[in-house]
């Protein structure tokens, strides 16, 4: 069976400074992977994906993503963070089927001004 | 805006009621997704459709729940005699097709059900 995994509940960041939302996955074969972004009371927006090819996977916001196989992660990353990237973000892995997705448990990210 | 469209965005039930939630996918997607959050928890899986068909139900309820998507108008997610525990966001999703190659899988904004 495939999961994902967000370690982390929560990020503090301040503005201005790098910020790194991690995620790992365990996948038997290929894994397809994407981020998304909930604000509150809102519906997931879709950041960006990594299929297959370069390793650093760029998406919308300023927002990428780094694969690494050996580690089986995708950490999410922004070199310079802002007040207005606070919210929920999900870390998802398309299943074998390759139509539904399985679900980090989020990580709240919080870009203190 | 053609994004996936789902009412109602906030809805109220007392224990024993019918809910009913629909989507609306986005302009040329024909397959239709629900998940739901619970609170604290991540996004679950429920159902995956096509027109007409149910391809993937695995994540749904055994009991009380129902999902369909017919030939005409918005698919449907249907809780009968709804509990407190059944209280949670429900997203819709879609996408142009199953398969990998350049599919993205698109949310709308949410369903918020509250069980009183």
């Known amino acids: 069976a495939q999961s994902v995994a967000q370690p982390e509940d929560q990020v503090n960041v301040a503005e201005g400074n790098p910020l790194t939302v991690k995620c790992t996955y365990s996948?038997?074969?290929?894994?397809?992977l994407f981020w998304y972004v909930q604000y509150p009371n809102r519906g997931l927006q879709f950041l960006l994906k990594y299929i297959t090819g370069d390793n650093l996977v760029k998406g919308s916001y300023g927002f990428e993503a780094e694969f690494n196989k050996s580690q089986t992660s995708f950490h999410l990353k922004k070199p310079s963070a802002l007040v207005s990237d606070s919210a929920l973000y999900f870390c998802a892995l398309l299943n074998s089927g390759y139509s539904t997705l399985t679900f980090g448990k989020g990580t709240m990210l919080l870009v203190s001004p | 805006n053609a994004g996936v469209m789902q009412n109602p965005r906030h809805l109220v039930r007392r224990r024993g009621q019918e809910a009913r939630l629909r989507c609306s996918p986005m302009k040329g997607h024909s397959h239709v997704y629900w998940y739901r959050q619970l609170p604290e928890e991540g996004l679950k899986f429920m159902v995956y459709?096509?027109?007409?068909?149910?391809?993937?139900e695995s994540g749904m309820p055994k009991e009380r729940f129902s999902a369909e998507f017919p030939k005409e108008g918005p698919s449907i997610l249907r809780i009968q005699q709804v509990v407190r525990g059944d209280s949670a966001a429900y997203f819709c999703?879609?996408?142009?097709?199953?398969?990998?190659?350049?599919?993205?899988?698109?949310f709308g904004e949410g369903s918020w059900l509250t069980v009183v």
């Open positions: 996948v038997s074969g290929n894994p397809y």
């Open positions: 999703a879609s996408s142009p097709k199953a398969g990998l190659s350049g599919n993205t899988i698109y």
């Open positions: 459709l096509q027109k007409e068909n149910i391809i993937d």
